[in-house]
């Protein structure tokens, strides 16, 4: 038995729209302990684990949203 979920034409508009409004509404990055989008912290986070995984740093914070 399939758990999937299907989305109407009309509920992926919905859903896209307000995924769209999230990502450009802000918060304090608690790592960076500064105000940004949540599409800047999807990047920034992205360069974090970059750079661990590079070994240019010892540690990679991650971003824990509710």
Do not use: W
Request: proline residues 5%.
């Amino acid at each position: 038995m399939s758990n999937a979920v299907s989305l109407t034409a009309e509920g992926r508009k919905i859903f896209l729209t307000n995924y769209e409004k999230k990502k450009q509404s802000d918060f304090k990055h608690p790592v960076m302990g500064k105000k940004c989008t949540y599409r800047e912290s999807f990047e920034l986070q992205a360069r974090l684990l970059a750079k661990y995984l590079m070994g240019t740093t010892d540690k990679y914070p991650p971003l824990f949203i509710r």
